[in-house]
């Protein structure tokens, strides 16, 4: 897997999205308001659509994003059923508040962990077959996962997440309009999202 490469090809393609065709921004940043849409959107680039997608079939933008959201709520059950447990547990054993609080917080961070690495493969699967049942395939999934190297999956991850959180901080210090920038931005952030994501997934057969 070549992370440069994806990098390289997630921000140019995030760049060619939206760069001089600012009504199509302007609807996206609508669109992250009514979240289904926007989700559907990503749904799209997730189809490994080049160059991104226009903002085509509202309609079915909103279906495949309310599929999405369903599937990902199921996905966090597990997240808050621990989290409930580990709540439960500590105020239950208030004499080991402190040990009991940084053991809970560190297995929930785990499953947490474990449970999006599935979630993000489980969404491909979902918007690629247009079945709901597939994004719960975890024999596909882990099969998925193991020909992308479980290790390349989680550092290309890290790397994701740390270049988003490097830039969303620096732009969220600048005094004032920092925020608002940000939030102008959202569209931008979920386009290179799910474009390295969608790379990541097809890195297997982009090698070959």
Known sequence: ??????LEDSF??????V???????????VFCIIFPLFMGYIA????????APELENWGKLFIDGLKMFAVLIVYSIPVIIIALISGIAIFALSSMLWT??????????????IVSLFANIGIIRLVRTEKIVEAFNF???????????????????????????VIQTIIASI????GIINFVLTPLYGIFFARYLCLVHDSPEIQA
């Open 139 to 165: 024999k596909e999934i882990n099969e998925r996962i193991a020909r992308i190297g479980w290790l390349n999956y989680i550092l290309a991850m890290i790397i994701l997440f740390a270049v988003l959180f």
């Open 1 to 6: 897997m070549n992370i440069t490469h994806i």
């Open 12 to 17: 140019a393609y995030t760049k060619d999205a």
């Open 19 to 29: 760069w001089g065709k600012w009504t199509k921004w302007l609807l996206l940043i």
């Open 44 to 51: 799209e680039i997730l189809r490994a659509k080049k160059p």
């Open 175 to 178: 005094p004032a309009i920092g």
């Open 100 to 113: 009991y609080a940084t053991a809970g917080f560190i297995f929930l961070a785990a499953v947490g962990i």
